[in-house]
C-alpha cells in the first residue's frame, strides 16, 4: 500500500495531510495482531504472510501494508530454503527515506541478522524470522497422525515434511524474551530451543543444527548448564515443561536408530537433529535419546539419613546439608543414546546429583515470552 505519510508543500496529496485519524495511529508499529507473521504449515510448507494493515516505520518513513505472501522468491541471495537454517524477515524502503517519493514496500527474507543484501541498517528493519527444518504432522488437538489422518496411526513416527516450522514464526510483538533464533513456540508463556543445547563458544549456549550437544565431555553439570543458559537469557525446563515439548516424539528402539538415536549398540552421541524422525508433536528435535536433558527440579534419595554439611559443591559455593553425599538429585529427561526402549517423551532418571558430571547428560533450553 507504500507510504502512509509523504512530504508535500502544496497539500495536495491525501497522505501528506495530518487527520486526527491519522495521529491516533501513530506510533513504532501498528498491528492488529501481535502474530503478524504466520506460516501456512503442510499445505504450503514453504510461504508466510505478512498481514494487512500494519503500520511500520522504516527509518524516515512509515509504510502502511497489504496483504503480503512471500516465498524462497523473496530470499535475498538464495533460490531455495536450507534444512536447518534460521532466516530473518525485513521490511525495506526502496526510496532510502526520500519522504517526497511514494513507492510502495520490499519485504525480504534472509539469513542476515543485521539487514538483507543490497539494502543497509538505515533503509531495512527486522520485523520477525523463522526456522526452516522439519515438522511432524499433527491433527486439529496438537496429536501425531499417519498419512491417511489416523491418530497415532500405523507409520505415524515417520510421517514428517520439511517446511518452515510454523510455530517457529515470531514477530517484534510475539518472540521469546531472548534471542529468539533457534526457537519455537510451545504454548502459554513458553518458548523452547529447537534442537539441543551446543557451546556458543563464548561461554553460552546455542541451538543450533548439526552440532555436538554439550555434554560431561565438555565439563557439563547442572550447575554450569543454569549458568550457561542464564547468560543467553534462557532457563532449564521444569519436568511438565519437558513433557510438553517432547510430547509426539517416537520412542527409542533397541536395534535401530529410525526414529531416536537410542539403539543399545551406540557409543557416542550424535549431531544435534542428525535423526531426522527424532521430532515431537511441536516441531522439536532430540528430546528422545541422543542425551540426557538436565531439567530444574529435584528430589531426595530417600535411602539416605545421615543428615550433615557436605562440601559437594564444589571450591567457593559452600556446603549442602543433605543426607548423604549424593543425596540431592537433579532430574534427567528423554533418555541417552543407548537406551533403546527406555528412551520416551517422558523419560526420567532421578539419581544424578546436580554436581555430577557424565558424558551422557547434556541440556535443553526454554525462555518465557517478552
Known sequence: MAKFFLFDESMASAKAKITTAKLATMGDIVAPEKTF??????DAPDTIHIMGGLLLAVGNS?????????????LDNESAFTIGADYHVYICD?????????????FKISKSSTYPSGYTAENSRKIGGFHYGVVRHVNEYGNPVNN????????????????ILPNSVWTVLHRPKCDPTGMCYIGGNLWGDIYLSSDDGANGLQSVYNENP???????????ANEKAHRVGKRLPTYAEFCQAAFGSPEGADANNNYAWSATGNTARAKCGAVTYAVSAVNIRDLVGNVWKWCDE??????????????VLGAGHGDAYIPSN????????????????LDGDRAVDCSYYPWYVNSLIGVWCVCDSQ
Not at 507473521?37 to 503442510?42: F, H, L, R, S
Not at 529435584?298 to 562440601?311: E, G, K
Not at 549424593?326 to 532430574?331: G, M, N, R, S
Open 214 to 224: 554439550i555434554t560431561g565431555t565438555e565439563g557439563l553439570n547442572w550447575y554450569i
Open 37 to 42: 507473521i504466520y506460516a501456512d504449515g503442510e
Open 298 to 311: 529435584f528430589c531426595l534419595d530417600p535411602t539416605a539419613s545421615q543428615w550433615a554439611w557436605q562440601d
Open 326 to 341: 549424593t543425596a540431592l538429585h537433579a532430574f534427567v529427561c528423554g533418555g541417552s543414546w543407548s537406551g533403546g526402549v
Open 148 to 163: 491417511s489422518g489416523e491418530e497415532n496411526g500405523s507409520g505415524w513416527q515417520s510421517y514428517v515434511y520439511n517446511g
Open 62 to 74: 512509515i509504510f502502511e501494508t497489504t496483504a503480503t505472501t512471500l516465498t524462497a522468491e523473496n
Open 94 to 106: 526502496p526510496t532510502n527515506g526520500d519522504e517526497t517519493k511514494d513507492e510502495d514496500e520490499v
